[in-house]
């Protein structure tokens, strides 16, 4: 089956430093990917499309100078958390959707848990 | 009003309950229509998706009404290992990708 991968599922850092989270397709090209972020007894909340090749989609409120988000290739997105701070605190999940026999399922990673002290 | 709302939680029932859940969704334009669960501090996982005709896989029964903008999800013969939290999930673009808006779930425990 199709499998996304996240890097790091764990992380820890101070209060205005930057965290990068990688988002990989291991074994299907993936035209779009999605940033959620979860905060604890909430649910996933929308954060960003990510397209390969061009700017990513951001959703009304998440702001994207904060958020910085790439998606080089069709197997590789990445979301940096730029001068992160403990209110930042939070799960952050990518999905994918294949490129190529495309059902509509969303094929999500394990998940980046993110703790600013 | 969030544009996908479901029961609040927790469900508690015990083993072999039949148990629903129940979801609105606000945007008419939404295409497609599925479940999730997630277990604690894990991602979510597909469970099923959403027809309009109903649809069934073993002890679980998804329902859509569009005309309502609901859907439900039943569940027979509780088990202890269905003990998860249940996303009611909302594709607004339709099924060549897009974005999927997620309730903000039902947590269900299910006890012996």
């Known amino acids: 089956g199709a499998v996304v991968s996240q890097h790091p599922s764990r992380v820890i850092c101070k209060s205005g430093t930057s965290v990068k989270i990688e988002c990989r397709s291991l074994?299907?090209?993936?035209?779009?990917m999605f940033w959620y972020r979860q905060f604890p007894k909430q649910s996933l909340m929308l954060m960003a499309t990510?397209?390969?090749?061009?700017?990513?989609?951001?959703e009304q409120g998440v702001e994207k100078d904060k958020f910085l988000i790439n998606h080089a290739s069709l197997t590789l997105s990445t979301l940096t958390v730029t001068s992160a701070h403990p209110e930042d605190s939070s799960f952050y999940i990518c999905?994918?959707?294949?490129?190529?026999?495309?059902?509509?399922?969303?094929?999500f990673g394990e998940g980046s848990r993110l703790t600013v002290l | 009003r969030k544009e996908v709302e479901q029961d609040p939680g927790p469900f508690n029932v015990p083993e072999g309950a039949t148990v629903a859940f129940n979801c609105t969704y606000s945007?008419?334009?939404?295409?497609?229509f599925f479940w999730y669960r997630q277990d604690c501090r894990k991602e979510p996982k597909l469970l099923m998706s959403v027809y309009s005709s109903g649809n069934e896989d073993g002890r679980f029964t998804a329902q859509l009404n569009r005309a309502s903008q609901y859907i439900s999800l039943l569940i027979r013969d509780s088990k202890l290992s269905d003990s998860a939290t249940y996303l009611c999930v909302v594709n607004r673009e339709g099924n060549q990708g897009g974005k999927l808006i997620f309730g903000q779930g039902t947590e269900l425990s299910v006890k012996p």
């Open positions: 945007n008419s334009a939404s295409q497609s």
């Open positions: 990510s397209n390969e090749g061009s700017k990513a989609t951001y």
């Open positions: 999905s994918a959707t294949r490129l190529a026999g495309n059902t509509g399922e969303l094929f």
């Open positions: 074994d299907f090209q993936a035209t779009t």
